[in-house]
């Protein structure tokens, strides 16, 4: 009973990886390393470099290590890239996909778990958004990510196959020990982004859109604790061991944090102002992101533990520290 964990070396990968060592799991990450870090891997696991959509290899790491699940993090996921080269985004996320989940049913690995996107809903759709809301993504990076769910769906019918797809709101916050966080230098998220203008490493935070139809005119997220979108993984992995059908569920507290909001939570925890400036609105950004959560509360037993913004913040602010020191 090994968990393969694809993308392992990146932010959110890097955080499962540790939750699985910590409670004991044989782990073993695959990663190209073409954005992620060896150094992020958590110690115990075992590391293969390599591409999630090279059949062979995958097929060898399967079988050597007794791979009884994958949770599959491994993709592209820069929005503004993907509009530039769509076809690299088709084949890094909806190519390398399929490769990985026909070398899963050649090998008879049946529990999956897909990272999937809260851009796949249609800006249109009622907030806060259900797992049946329209679907309408804009981007070819959510496209690639819908399209993964369908090919994921239709293998599940097909063949003895399980997948859960969950939906992940705006991830955010570090390691609760310090050990990984989120360390792409380039990242465009507001979290990170106001770490990095919060210790003068970048001179201001923009704030991108101030005449949204929100209470204070700045775009609505739902920011999530990566600690507690690493625990639904669990359940998920849990859930399909013990059987569990296929299923897909949003990842998202249920709240909606505004962008000055953030600030404000940010200036809590430094004890002074934010340098800000107001700038137009970013090209595709929807006003507002907010999860329902109720299925994967009621079906997995998912409650929050680390939802306090300032938790968030002061957790993404440490790593950020770590980060350049
Ligand atoms: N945002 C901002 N300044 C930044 C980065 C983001 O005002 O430097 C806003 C963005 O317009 C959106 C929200 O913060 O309303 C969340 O953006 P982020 O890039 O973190 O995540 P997204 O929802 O785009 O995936």
New binding site residues.
């Given amino acids: 009973m090994t968990v393969l964990v694809t993308g392992g070396a990146g932010y959110i990968g890097s955080h499962m990886t540790y939750a699985l060592l910590d409670r004991g799991e044989p782990v073993v990450v695959l990663d190209n390393l073409s954005t992620g870090r060896r150094a992020l891997v958590g110690e115990g696991a075992g590391f293969v470099e390599g591409d999630a959509g090279d059949q062979p290899l995958v097929r060898r790491v399967l079988r050597d290590h007794g791979i009884d699940a994958v949770i599959h993090f491994a993709g592209s996921i820069v ?1 503004p890239e993907s509009v530039e080269q769509p076809l690299r985004y088709y084949a890094n996320n909806v190519g390398t996909s399929r490769a990985l989940v026909e070398a899963c049913i050649e090998e008879g690995v049946k529990a999956f778990i897909f990272s999937s996107t809260a ?1 796949v809903y249609s800006v249109d759709a009622t907030q806060p958004l259900a797992e049946d809301e329209p679907k309408e993504p804009i981007s070819p990076y959510a496209r690639s990510k819908l399209m993964t769910e369908w090919m994921l769906e239709d293998a599940a019918r097909a063949y003895d196959f399980r997948p859960m797809v969950l939906r992940y709101f ?1 991830v ?1 916050g570090a390691d609760t020990q310090g050990r990984t966080g989120q360390s792409t230098p380039k990242a ?7 770490c990095q203008v919060a210790l003068g490493r970048v001179p201001h ?5 101030t005449d949204y139809s929100t209470p204070d005119g ?4 739902d920011y999530i604790h990566v600690t507690d979108l690493v625990a639904a993984h669990l359940l998920a992995l849990d859930g399909l061991r013990a059987g569990a059908a296929p299923a897909t569920y949003n990842v998202g507290y249920g709240r909606g944090l505004s ?1 000055r909001e ?1 600030v404000r939570g940010m200036e809590a925890v430094i004890g002074r102002e934010l340098p800000v400036k107001e ?1 137009a ?2 090209p595709g ?1 929807p006003p507002v ?1 907010i999860s329902d959560p109720a299925r994967i509360k009621v079906a997995l037993g998912w409650q929050p533990r680390h939802a306090e913004l300032s938790e968030i913040i002061s957790s993404a602010l440490e790593w950020e520290r770590r980060l350049n020191d």
């Fill in positions: 929005v851009t705006n955010a465009t998220h507001l979290i990170k982004r106001a935070l923009d704030i991108f859109g700045t775009g609505i997220r962008v953030v700038s609105r970013r950004d992101l």
